[in-house]
Nanobody, 123 residues
Framework: QVQLQESGPGLVKPSQTVSLTCTVSGGSITTKDYYWTWIRQSPGKGLEWIGYITYSGSTIVSPSLKSRTSISRDTSKNQFTLQLSSVTPEDTAVYYC???????????????WGQGTQVTVSS
């Protein structure tokens, strides 16, 4: 089955850039109809959608984060990466990578998830 695993720094200082990598096994990130997605959850809040990179390499980022967010991929390593710049304590959250499935271009579900990685922004 497909497995996803996040990795990255657990603690970062304000104004720095956080880079998180999701390593995918058991399936290719270039397989048609899959959207490789980043989602986060901060204390006392629900899940917040960050953005995704598609099987073809196109990216979409939440308007509230677009100016300081970049999503990329390395197909040779079957990985996709989130970079979030100019971080503040408001970015403290558990970050998840997940696979979104579409059928005929219609979103269906997030069928596989990583376990999540804690990112804390503090001086």
């Amino acid at each position: 089955q497909v497995q996803l695993q996040e990795s990255g720094p657990g603690l970062v200082k304000p104004s720095q850039t956080v880079s998180l990598t999701c390593t995918v096994s058991g399936g290719s990130i270039t397989t048609k109809d899959y959207y490789w997605t980043w989602i986060r959850q901060s204390p006392g809040k629900g899940l917040e959608w960050i953005g995704y990179i598609t099987y073809s390499g196109s990216t979409i980022v939440s308007p509230s984060l677009k100016s300081r967010t970049s999503i990329s991929r390395d197909t040779s390593k079957n990985q996709f990466t989130l970079q979030l710049s100019s971080v503040t304590p408001e970015d403290t959250a558990v970050y998840y990578c997940t696979r979104g499935l579409t059928t005929d271009s219609v979103w269906k579900e997030y069928d596989y998830w990583g376990q999540g990685t804690q990112v804390t922004v503090s001086s």
